[in-house]
């Protein structure tokens, strides 16, 4: 079944989510390329422009292919991370996931993106599940996740690299950022 392709924007107190466009490509190479980000993320590599541009594209399949993915986050009128839904052939569950800039952590913001994405996740997407996949190390990924509400469900090996299953079910009340 064919989805638009395009994301809802969905305003915070702090943040617009919303679609990608052609514009974003040379922050977001820069956000996948990033050392500190790359490390928590995929096989813990950094990106290159070639491999930048086919996640980008493959972050904008997800709203055609499964009627969800990712938010390119905005705050302050600059395009600072991406946060979403991500679901590619053979992924354990729908996973809720993040990614910001390192200049822009330690705010809260990655917690108020990701609530406003699980909220659209439940509210409008209709799932039932979500789950998140942080590396051991990512302690501040794991806060955000236990912020959400989330659970530690699981172990496993992702990637190649062990990985912590935090999960939440849609009975659970939100949990405040």
């Given at each position: 079944?064919?989805?638009?392709?395009?994301?809802?924007?969905?305003?915070?107190?702090?943040?617009?989510?919303?679609?990608?466009?052609?514009?974003?490509?040379?922050?977001?190479?820069?956000?996948?390329?990033?050392p500190?980000?790359?490390?928590?993320?995929?096989?813990?590599?950094?990106?290159?422009?070639?491999?930048?541009?086919r996640?980008?594209?493959?972050?904008?399949?997800?709203?055609?292919?499964?009627?969800?993915?990712?938010?390119?986050?905005?705050?302050?009128?600059?395009?600072?991370?991406?946060?979403?839904?991500?679901?590619?052939?053979?992924?354990?569950?729908?996973?809720?996931?993040?990614?910001?800039?390192?200049?822009?952590?330690?705010?809260?913001?990655a917690?108020?993106?990701a609530?406003?994405?699980?909220?659209?996740?439940?509210?409008?997407?209709?799932?039932?599940?979500?789950?998140?996949?942080?590396?051991?190390?990512?302690?501040?990924?794991?806060r955000?996740?236990?912020?959400?509400?989330?659970h530690?469900?699981?172990?496993?090996?992702?990637?190649?690299l062990?990985?912590?299953?935090?999960?939440?079910?849609?009975?659970?009340?939100?949990?405040?950022?």
């Open positions: 079944m064919a989805h638009d392709n395009t994301a809802p924007e969905i305003v915070t107190d702090r943040l617009r989510l919303r679609s990608f466009g052609a514009g974003d490509f040379e922050e977001y190479a820069g956000l996948v390329g990033h500190l980000v790359a490390r928590h993320v995929g096989d813990g590599t950094r990106l290159d422009r070639t491999a930048a541009w996640h980008l594209a493959m972050v904008l399949g997800h709203w055609i292919l499964r009627g969800c993915g990712m938010w390119a986050v905005e705050h302050d009128g600059r395009m600072i991370g991406r946060v979403g839904l991500l679901n590619p052939d053979g992924w354990p569950a729908l996973e809720l996931a993040w990614a910001l800039h390192p200049d822009v952590w330690n705010r809260g913001l917690t108020e993106a609530a406003a994405a699980m909220g659209w996740a439940f509210d409008v997407h209709g799932a039932d599940r979500l789950i998140s996949m942080v590396r051991p190390d990512n302690a501040a990924s794991i955000v996740a236990e912020k959400l509400g989330m530690l469900e699981e172990r496993l090996v992702l990637l190649g062990p990985a912590l299953v935090y999960a939440r079910g849609r009975d659970i009340r939100q949990a405040s950022p």
